[in-house]
């Protein structure tokens, strides 16, 4: 079986963990193996990096540039540790964010020179790109409703429990550096997400993620069937 690298995109609470979850079991159903990772993370190095963007208490000072080597620092392990033996394997891999995280985040929204971006992000990834990229698609305003529900909702140590399966070595509950940015970044991080939608139409599916979980679901079905089928 040829192996398939499908990633998913979009804001903070737009449903990716939920739906990577949704989808792995029906294509587990098919057969098929099914791997879930998350960026950025997914590797022992990778999730330590994870925490110094994140959660570390020296992380005040971090640079927009720290931030993008980082990211692509974890990505990097990421695709040579895991991603490539796992499609070299005839695996299916669903990726929490891959590299148009960076283009979105760090290019439109820290506003960092694309084009170096771009760069960075060919030297981590190389000739590994998603087969599918499902951008889940909600505004800004729905984003930070879902997150304030879901963190007012679960216990502490259970930020997501649908999160696809991945070492927690350091407390999540901790302060995230990332969430602290100010309401235009993330308007900037949408419209990079539009931008990046309309100049690969070929690779990356809009998914309306307002929509109720079932019809999200099926919305993500008809995007990747034809690929399983
Ligand atoms: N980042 C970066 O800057 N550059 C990069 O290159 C990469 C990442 C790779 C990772 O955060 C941070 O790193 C992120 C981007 C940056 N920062 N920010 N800010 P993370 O991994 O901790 O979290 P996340 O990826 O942003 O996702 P999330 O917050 O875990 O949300 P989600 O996975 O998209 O959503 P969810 O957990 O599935 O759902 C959220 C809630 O909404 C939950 O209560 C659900 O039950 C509910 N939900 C889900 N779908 C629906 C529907 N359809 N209707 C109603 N409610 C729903």
Redesign the pocket.
Known sequence: MKGLFIT?E??????????ITLLAERLRATGRIVRTL????GTPIGEEIRHT??HSEANHAMTSET?LLL??A??AQLVREIIRPALAEGETILC????H??L???GY?RQLDLEQVRHIIDFAVGETQPDLTLL?NVSVQVSEQ??Q??QA?LFPRE??P??PAAPLPFD?TLR?R??E?DRSF?ERVEKGYEAIAANEPERVRLID?????E??RDSIWNAVSPLVC
């Not at 979009?10 to 739906?19: I, Y």
């Not at 993620?209 to 979980?213: G, M, N, P, R, V």
């Open positions: 998913f979009g804001t903070e609470g737009s449903g990716k963990s939920t739906q998350r960026e950025p993370g963007l994140k931030e990211m692509n974890s990505r929490d964010r891959f590299y995280s960076t979105a985040y760090q929204g889940l879902r997150r529900a879901r909702l930020k997501n649908n999160k999540e995230d990332m969430e940015a993330f993620a307002t929509q109720s979980l019809q999200v």
